[in-house]
């Protein structure tokens, strides 16, 4: 019940195009939805984050869609560019239990000129 | 404003060895979590401290443990190394009291146990 699950495992997108990762979630009290990139020989970075009250973030390039009745969420990529390759994560937790984050298994994405 | 740093960067230790590793969290920054990322998997929770003490726990060994120190750096030592400890090992800064506990990541530091 403390997995989150990620998907695809990899994703080749062409240079323009648009990037779709998805994750889904059983419990029910995980409150606070973050994705993290991570590039080789580097920790991760917070890109963008969504409370599960708000059905959709967006932040630049970057849009998180929530849907709470399904347990999923998603992370889009506008315009991808070649700067975007790198593992994308996402990640969940509960926050009166102190933001212990469970992650997904990441998503490689190699974005071609 | 710095953000969270690491020492050392890389680290090879013999199986049955003890390690040490540092962080110092971002400026502002009261909460220290260290996770353990495997090769091609995503991080893994191993405890968070604040006001010096263990708040939380994943589910690791007594092998792993750590320390807060009252400028909010943090130390994880593992015991009795094994071979499956290798690992890049991550630490995370928060400030409590600050929904939602954004956590921001150092660089991490890659143990290899030979």
């Known amino acids: 019940q403390q997995q989150v699950k990620q998907s695809p495992q990899s994703l080749i997108v062409q240079k323009g195009g648009i990037s779709i990762i998805n994750c889904a979630y059983e419990?029910?009290?995980?409150?606070?939805f973050p994705w993290y990139q991570q590039f080789p020989g580097k920790g991760p970075a917070l890109l963008i984050a969504?409370?599960?009250?708000?059905s959709e973030k967006k932040e630049g390039r970057f849009t998180i869609s929530f849907n709470k009745s399904a347990k999923q969420f998603s992370l889009h990529i506008m315009d991808s560019q070649p700067g975007d390759s790198a593992t994308y994560f996402c990640?969940?937790?509960?926050?009166?239990?102190?933001?212990?984050?469970?992650f997904g298994q990441g998503t490689e994405l190699s974005v071609k000129p | 404003d710095a953000g969270v740093t690491q020492s050392p960067t890389h680290l090879i230790k013999t199986r049955g060895q003890q390690v040490t590793l540092r962080c110092s969290p971002k400026?502002?920054?009261?909460?220290v979590s260290w996770y353990q990322q495997a090769l091609g998997q995503g991080p893994q929770f191993i405890f968070q401290?604040?006001?010096?003490?263990?708040?939380q726990r994943g589910n690791f060994p007594d092998r792993f443990s750590g320390h807060q120190f009252p400028n909010y750096s943090s130390e994880l030592n593992v015991n009795a190394l094994l071979l499956g400890d290798s690992a890049l090992y991550l630490c995370?800064?928060?400030?409590?009291?600050?929904?939602?506990?954004?956590?921001?990541f150092g660089p991490g530091t890659r143990l290899t146990v030979t």
């Open positions: 995370a800064s928060s400030l409590v009291g600050r929904g939602p506990y954004e956590q921001y």
């Open positions: 419990n029910t009290a995980f409150d606070y």
């Open positions: 969504i409370r599960p009250d708000v």
């Open positions: 990640a969940a937790s509960i926050r009166s239990q102190g933001g212990k984050l469970i």
């Open positions: 400026s502002g920054h009261d909460t």
């Open positions: 401290y604040y006001e010096e003490e263990e708040r």
